[in-house]
């Protein structure tokens, strides 16, 4: 069951601050598209989001994507945002993350993944032994069958008594 929870529980990626990141010994962030960045399948950055990835680039911190949908998808955004790129990385499959750690000269150690899904990005992350941090979903319009049906399972780890309980004490901090 721990290779399901993360390390720290946010609720937008604009929560995160430099000093979470720090704090995790993390000197690489891993990032997630849709749902952690922008909604699924949309083209455009909040520029609040830009803020964010300016400022901990700034403080830093490498920065990569690292996503399971396809080139055509996640190549426009990445090019718009300026970051490297793994599309149809397989996740939960440690190998897309591990990959992009490599890239990025880190060890999977000092690498911290972001994301919103319990089932590739914090699973994942932890088969490849980096931190996570897992966010709300910006939104769930409009998501495709088999991810609605994992939010549910999702919904249900998140909500035992003990997740529950560290995830609103994180919220809090
Ligand atoms: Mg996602």
């Given at each position: 069951m721990a290779l399901l929870y993360p390390t720290l529980y946010r609720?937008?990626?604009?929560?995160?601050t430099v000093e979470d990141i720090r704090r995790l010994g993390a000197a690489c962030i891993l990032l997630d598209v849709d749902?952690?960045?922008?909604?699924?399948?949309?083209p455009e950055l909040d520029p609040a989001v830009k803020a964010w990835l300016e400022e901990m680039s700034v403080a830093g911190f490498g920065l990569v994507i690292v996503s399971n949908n396809k080139p055509e998808r996640v190549a426009p955004f990445a090019k718009k945002i300026g970051l490297p790129f793994h599309a149809l990385?397989?996740?939960?499959?440690p190998t897309g993350f591990r990959a992009a750690a490599t890239q990025m000269g880190n060890t999977s150690s000092a690498c911290v993944a972001i994301g919103d899904q319990i089932f590739t990005d914090i699973l994942g992350a932890n088969l490849a032994g980096m931190s996570s941090i897992l966010l709300e979903p910006i939104s769930t319009d409009g998501e495709p069958p088999f991810i609605v049906f994992k939010r549910r399972v999702e919904r249900w780890l998140l909500n035992t008594c003990h997740q529950k309980r560290r995830r609103e004490s994180d919220y809090a901090k």
């Open positions: 609720r937008r990626i604009t929560d995160v749902n952690t960045l922008t909604v699924h399948d949309a990385s397989h996740k939960p499959m």
